[in-house]
């Protein structure tokens, strides 16, 4: 009887277009604010997820008493910032101080960097010095760059959230004024650090073959996003739908399909990462919790929204050439017209932009699943990423392939090899 049960639940096992679509809906809807990490529609998209892996039947990750794993994060707020160049006093608006720390002081006495821009053609070589500094260093933009740096100013100024309490070693204070460089100057700025609890959302699948049950399989996505943007046409909010509510709804639907087939030799770990968006602190908390020697292979699923650059029913996979992962999941579609490509935009650096990075590191087959053509995709970062801009067809085509192509990893017949562990 049982064993009768369980045959049929594994042929009747298909991802579900239904929740697809639901959980797709709901994740990138309005209300959820855009997901900004640490806020109320992020916290709300949590509850969601969290809802969704109890009517699924997962449990927690072992250990673990609820399917939210909690960690704290600082959230640092500029603070007033005053420039005297020459023994003038810069007026108000004129001065931005990108640091962590309490409190900074400098005068031209410290040891202080000064760097002049004059032209918006000098701000990207100068990237490091102005974004992150490896020494103290007083930027001066032209006046004739006031738009760049009040740009630049609105972009920043917003509280920031780090993965950690420890104040940065150097930072940049920006001035708009003419050069050349001041002969004296004195500068005063400060910061206020509040610290804000942020959490991934997990859930867990136990092996059911005894073999094998030590080793885990991870399903992954990303569930925030920006939040609230620079306003285009009255729209304000950036609904992420593709970046990444199409990865985390895959996490949610092969969660669903793999609880209904019940036969995962491995133990599976289906999780939404927060905080990818600002630093992949949510990847990095949870590699620490687990032994990365048992961890066979990861699933990072990220942007799966649009049809890929080869056409419908293909994606990419970052780092193909790192590992065997991608061979062996094309051989589990064998008679379907499903292809993975190797990714075709190694210049973007993809497979260390997502949360696969932190476990490839540490040597697990870890690689990001894409469809997006990222150099041409306008509506990436944008207050456009809606649900109406996706092929929701296409992305439960993806989704059903990921399911299927799995099937040797989960089973415990197939182990991708490992991937050689790099430095940053």
């Given at each position: ?11 009747s096992?298909?991802v579900?277009?239904a929740?697809?679509e639901?959980v ?10 855009g ?9 709300k998209a949590?509850e ?5 892996f109890?009517?699924i ?5 072992p ?6 794993q909690e ?10 910032v ?21 409190t900074l002081?400098?005068?031209?006495r410290?040891?202080v960097?000064v760097?002049?821009?004059k032209t918006k ?7 490091e010095?102005i974004f992150?500094?490896?020494k ?7 006046p004739a760059l ?6 630049l ?20 204070v920006w001035?708009l004024a003419?050069?050349p460089?001041?002969?004296t100057f ?5 910061t206020?650090?509040?610290t804000?609890?942020?959490?991934n ?6 092996g059911?073959?005894a073999a ?5 399989v991870?399903?992954s996505g990303h569930?925030?996003?920006?939040g609230y943007?620079?306003p285009v046409?009255?729209d ?7 970046d990444?509510a199409s ?6 639907a092969l969660?669903?399909?793999?609880k ?5 030799a491995?133990s599976?770990?289906f999780v ?5 968006e600002i630093?992949g ?11 990365p ?10 942007m799966?929204g649009?049809?890929a650059?080869?056409?419908?029913n293909?994606?990419?996979i970052?780092g193909?050439?790192r590992?065997d992962f991608?061979?062996l999941?094309q051989a589990?579609l ?10 075709p935009?190694?210049e973007?650096n993809l497979?260390?932009r ?6 490839a590191?540490?040597g697990?087959p870890?690689h990001?699943i ?10 990436y970062h ?11 067809k296409?992305m439960t085509a993806?989704i ?9 990893i ?5 182990t991708?090899?490992?991937?050689a562990?790099?430095k940053?």
């Open positions: 009887m049982s064993g009768s049960y369980y045959a049929d639940a594994q042929r096992a298909r579900s277009g929740t697809v639901r797709l809906t709901t994740l990138a809807a309005d209300d959820m604010q997901r900004a990490t640490g806020q109320p529609g992020q916290q949590a969601f997820l969290a809802s969704e109890r009517r039947g997962l449990q927690p990750l250990g673990a008493t609820s399917f939210f960690f704290p994060a600082y959230q640092i707020t500029p603070g007033g005053t420039v005297t160049l020459d023994g003038a006093a810069l007026p108000a608006g004129r001065a931005f101080a990108r640091t962590t720390r309490p002081t400098w005068t031209e410290d040891s960097e760097l002049v821009l053609q000098e701000i990207q070589p100068n990237f010095a992150r500094p490896k103290n260093t007083l930027v001066l933009f032209d006031a738009e760049t740096f009040n740009s100013v609105e972009q920043f100024g917003k509280p920031q959230l780090r993965a950690d309490a420890t104040a940065g070693r150097y930072a940049s001035a003419a050069g460089a001041p002969r004195q500068v005063n700025a400060s206020v650090t509040k804000v609890n942020i959490r959302v997990a859930g867990y699948l136990p059911h073959d094998h049950a030590t080793e885990k991870i399903f569930y925030d996003h920006l943007i620079r046409a009255g304000s909010i950036a609904n992420g739908a593709d990444d990865g985390t709804t895959a996490v949610v969660a669903e399909y793999f209904k087939r019940n036969d995962n491995r599976l770990i939404a990462f927060t905080a990818e630093g602190f949510g990847a990095r908390y949870f590699s620490r919790q687990l032994d020697k048992e961890l066979v292979a990861m699933f990072n699923i990220e799966i649009k049809p650059k080869f056409g419908p293909t994606a990419f970052t193909y050439e590992s991608g061979p999941l589990n064998k008679g379907t017209k499903f292809k993975f490509e190797p990714d935009y190694p973007q497979f260390y997502s949360d696969n990075a932190t476990l590191r540490l697990v870890a990001t894409s469809t997006d053509q990222i150099p041409t995709d306008k509506l944008s207050v456009d990423d809606e649900v109406s801009s996706l092929d929701v296409n993806v059903e392939a990921i399911a299927q192509s799995a099937s040797g989960v089973a415990g017949k197939q991708p090899t490992r991937i562990p790099e940053d």
